[in-house]
C-alpha cells in the first residue's frame, strides 16, 4: 500500500515527501499561503505578521501527483515533478483568470539543490533559501525602507536585517500582478537578480509566505494590507508641523521655543523633546532638574494646540534603578555566546559611555512592565505621544546570532523587534483609552496597524540623500506604511550658517509639507558660533527652528508652514482614504497603472488624489522636468497653466517654489497667501 503524497486537511493542502511538508491553504480573498519544513511539525506558534482570519471557504484539489489550491485571482499549484536526482515537489502560482504564471520555482541545478534548500543550523533551525524563475522586465517595490537610492529594486541584493535607516517589511509588489508577503521574522536576504529570484534565512524552523494576485496594484495592495491590518487614523491633532532638534535641554527652552512659534504666527502640532531629557536609559522618566513639572508644560503647550512627545529608546543602562529587576526578572534580551548583548552609547549619568541593554520586546510581561514605567513617568503628566528611537533594536555591531530572545534565536526572530515594542504600546493606548501615537525608526509586517509614523532615521544633510528619501518613501508606501516621514534637511552634517545647507533645508522642507507628517529635525553644526554643536551627542546640537537660518528662509518656510495649514481638510481626506489602505504619498502608477512611463517616475509622486509633487533635489536647481501621467489633465498650481496627461513638462522652480500639479481640474489652496 503506498503513502499517498497529497492529502486534504480542511481548506488546507498538505504534501509530505522525502523528510519536507508543505502546506498550501487560501487566505484572505486573493491570496495562498505557504509553509513548508523539514522538523517534525509545523511551528504554528511562530511569529507571524498576518491576522488572525477566518479561512475561506474553499477546498484543495488533491491528485495523486499534484494539489492545487485557489482563492479569488489566485491559484497555486504544488506538483510532483521529474527532475535528476528524482521526482521533487515544486510550485507555481497562476492568474485564476487568465492562466497567466506569475511567479514559480525554479531548480538552480539539473541535479541538486531543489528549488528549496534546507541546510542544518541546529536543534529546529534551518538556512533556507528557496528560488524563483526571474522575468525581464518585472519590476519589484516595496520591501520597506532602504539607502540603495533605488525604486524598482529589480537587480538588487536587499539584506533583511533591522538597522538604522535600513526598515524590514518583507513584501514585495511586482509589476506582473502579484505581490508576495514573506511572513518570516528572521534574518536573511532576497536577492532580485537578473537570473533568479532568492529569499534566503540565515536561521529558521520554516519558510512561510503568502502570494497575493489582483489585477492593478492598489487592489494588490489593499488585499495585503486586509491581511497584514488596515492602518488606524492619524490623529487630528499630528496632521500639522512637528517642531524638533537634538536636543532642547530643558523644560524651559522647550516653552520659549513654543511660545516664540506662537508669537511669530507660526503653526504647530507637535512639540517633541529628544532624548537626555531622561534621568538614565532604563528608568523611562524625565530629569527633575532641567525638567522640574512636566506636567504644567504639557498642560501649557496643550493650550497653545500643541501636543507633547517624547523619545524614549528602548535601551537600560546597567546602572539604571530598574536594570537589576528587570534582569533577574529575564525581562533583558540575552546572549547567546557574548558577555553583552546590547550597546555602549552615551547616557546622561553618568554623562559618559554606558553599557546599554535591551528590554525584550518579544516577552508579554517585558512590554507590560516597560509600560507601566512609560506609564508612571510620561503617561501621567499628560503625554501620548512617544518617539520610539533605537528600536531595530540599535546594536553595533550587530551580531543576531550572539542574541537570545524571549521569542527564541536572534536570527530567526530579530527583525519582528519593532513591531512587537509598537504592539505593546498599541495595546495599552487601546485599553486605557489613549488618543495616543509613536514616531518609530523601525517597523515589520503589522507595523501599519498600530498608530505608528515611521521615520527614514539618522540620514545625513546632502542633496544625494535626500533624493534617496523620496525613493526609499514611495517603497515605504508600496509596503503599506502609509505614515511616513524624514528628519527635514537631514540629520547629521548640515550647518546652519552655509548657504549650501539653507538651500537644501528649504528644498526639504518645501518636501516635507507634503509628505503624510511634516517633521523638522536634525543634528545641526554651527561651525561660526561653537565648533562643538552636532558634533557631540552630550553637548548638543545648534538652532534648528524656522526662524535659525536667516531671513530669506525663514520667509518661505514660513509660507510652506501656512499652506500646510490650509490644506488641512484635504489632508483629512486623504488621510480618511489612507484608513482603508491608499497611502497619501503613493508612486504615480498606483493611479495610473496603464501608463508604462509612470511607472518609470521616482522623483515625484502623488499627494492624496489630487495632488502631484516634484520635490527639487538637485542644488542650484531653477527648473526641472516633471512627468505628467497619460490619463488625466493637469493644472500648475503657481501659475494656473494646464497640460495633457502623458508628456513631460519643464516646471520653473525658484528657490521659494516646489512644482505642483492638480489633476483633473481639482482646486486646492496652494497659491493664496494667508
Known amino acids: 500500500m503506498s503513502v499517498p503524497v497529497f492529502t486534504a486537511d480542511g481548506p488546507r493542502a498538505v504534501a509530505r515527501w ?3 511538508t508543505i502546506w498550501l491553504e487560501p487566505v484572505g480573498r486573493n491570496a495562498v499561503r505557504v509553509r513548508a519544513t523539514r522538523n517534525a511539525a509545523m511551528d504554528e506558534a511562530a511569529i507571524s505578521g498576518l491576522l488572525d482570519l477566518p479561512a475561506p471557504d474553499a477546498a484543495p484539489e488533491i491528485g495523486e501527483n499534484a494539489a492545487i489550491v ?13 527532475r535528476g536526482m528524482g521526482p521533487a515537489l515544486e510550485l507555481r502560482f497562476l492568474n485564476t483568470s487568465t492562466g497567466a504564471v506569475l511567479m514559480e520555482e525554479e531548480p538552480p541545478h539539473i541535479l541538486w539543490p531543489g528549488t528549496r534548500a534546507y541546510t542544518s543550523e541546529g536543534g529546529d533551525l534551518w538556512r533556507i533559501e528557496t528560488r524563483f524563475r526571474a522575468h525581464d522586465g518585472e519590476r519589484f517595490h516595496g520591501l520597506g525602507q532602504h539607502q540603495h537610492g533605488r525604486f524598482d529594486q529589480k537587480g538588487c541584493v536587499v539584506d533583511l536585517l533591522q538597522a538604522n535607516t535600513e526598515v524590514v517589511v518583507p513584501w514585495l509588489h511586482s509589476s506582473r500582478g502579484y505581490g ?19 529569499w534566503s534565512l540565515t536561521a529558521a524552523p520554516q519558510i512561510d509566505y503568502v502570494v497575493v494576485a489582483g489585477d492593478a496594484p492598489q487592489a494588490i495592495l489593499t488585499d ?3 491581511l497584514t491590518g488596515l492602518p488606524p487614523a492619524l490623529p487630528d491633532w499630528a496632521l500639522g508641523f512637528w517642531q524638533c532638534k537634538l536636543r532642547y535641554e530643558t523644560q524651559d527652552e522647550v516653552l520659549e521655543v513654543a511660545r516664540a512659534h506662537r508669537d511669530r504666527g507660526l503653526p504647530m502640532d507637535v512639540m517633541v523633546v529628544d532624548f537626555f531629557h531622561w534621568s538614565r536609559m532604563g528608568e523611562w522618566r524625565f530629569d527633575e532638574a532641567a525638567f522640574p513639572d512636566p506636567a504644567a508644560m504639557v498642560a501649557e503647550l496643550r493650550e497653545m494646540g500643541i501636543e507633547t512627545m517624547v523619545s524614549v529608546w528602548p535601551t537600560v543602562n546597567a546602572n539604571a534603578a530598574t536594570y537589576d529587576e528587570m534582569a533577574n526578572a529575564g ?15 552615551y547616557d546622561r549619568d553618568p554623562p559618559v559611555k554606558n553599557a546599554l541593554h535591551f528590554y525584550d520586546a518579544t516577552h508579554p510581561s517585558a512590554r507590560d512592565y516597560h509600560w507601566g514605567r512609560i506609564r508612571e513617568g510620561y503617561v501621567r503628566h499628560g503625554i501620548r505621544a512617544f518617539w520610539l528611537d533605537a528600536n531595530e533594536p540599535e546594536m553595533y555591531p550587530m551580531h543576531p546570532e550572539g542574541l537570545r530572545y524571549h521569542a527564541g534565536d536572534g536570527r530567526a526572530v530579530t527583525n519582528a523587534y519593532p513591531a ?7 495595546e495599552a493606548f487601546a485599553a486605557e483609552g489613549i488618543d495616543g501615537l509613536m514616531l518609530s525608526r523601525s517597523a515589520w509586517l503589522g507595523t501599519q496597524r498600530h498608530p505608528v509614523v515611521v521615520w527614514s ?3 545625513a544633510s546632502t542633496f544625494p540623500d535626500f533624493a534617496r528619501q523620496v525613493k526609499a518613501g514611495l517603497n515605504m ?3 503599506g506604511i502609509v505614515w511616513w516621514t524624514t528628519d527635514i534637511g537631514g540629520f547629521k552634517g548640515g550647518d546652519i550658517g552655509e548657504p549650501d545647507f539653507r538651500e537644501l533645508l528649504v528644498r526639504w522642507f518645501q518636501w516635507g509639507a507634503f509628505c503624510p507628517v511634516f517633521r523638522l529635525h536634525g543634528f545641526r553644526q554651527d561651525a561660526a558660533t561653537d565648533p562643538k554643536l552636532g558634533h557631540d551627542f552630550l553637548y548638543g546640537g545648534a538652532a534648528n527652528e524656522v526662524w535659525s537660518y536667516g531671513p530669506e528662509v525663514e520667509a518661505i518656510l514660513a509660507r510652506y508652514l501656512h499652506l500646510r495649514e490650509r490644506l488641512r481638510p484635504y489632508l483629512r481626506r486623504t488621510m480618511a482614504a489612507a484608513s482603508e489602505g491608499v497611502p497619501p504619498l503613493r508612486p504615480l502608477f498606483l493611479d495610473f497603472p496603464d501608463d508604462p512611463a509612470a511607472w518609470d517616475v521616482a522623483d515625484a509622486h502623488l499627494f492624496g488624489p489630487d495632488l502631484l509633487v516634484a520635490p527639487v533635489l538637485e542644488a542650484g536647481a531653477a527648473e526641472r522636468a516633471v512627468y505628467l501621467p497619460r490619463g488625466a489633465t493637469w493644472t500648475c498650481a503657481w501659475t494656473g497653466e494646464t497640460y495633457t496627461g502623458g508628456q513631460t513638462v519643464t516646471a520653473d522652480a525658484p528657490l521659494d517654489r516646489i512644482p505642483l500639479f492638480l489633476r483633473d481640474g481639482a482646486t486646492l489652496p496652494i497659491a493664496e497667501e494667508s
Do not use: C
Not at 70 to 82: H, M
Not at 331 to 345: C, D, E, M, N, Q
Not at 420 to 426: F, I, N, T
Open 70 to 82: 485557489t482563492n479569488g485571482a489566485v491559484r497555486a499549484e504544488l506538483r510532483l515533478v521529474k
Open 477 to 479: 508606501a508600496m509596503s
Open 224 to 226: 495585503y494590507l486586509h
Open 420 to 426: 512587537l515594542h509598537q504592539k505593546g504600546y498599541a
Open 180 to 198: 508576495v508577503i514573506w511572513n518570516s521574522p528572521g534574518t536573511g536576504r532576497v536577492e532580485l537578480a537578473a537570473n533568479r529570484t532568492l
Open 457 to 459: 532615521g539618522d540620514v
Open 331 to 345: 525581562y533583558i534580551v540575552g546572549a547567546r555566546h557574548a558577555p553583552l548583548a546590547g550597546s555602549v552609547f
Open 18 to 20: 522525502r523528510g519536507e
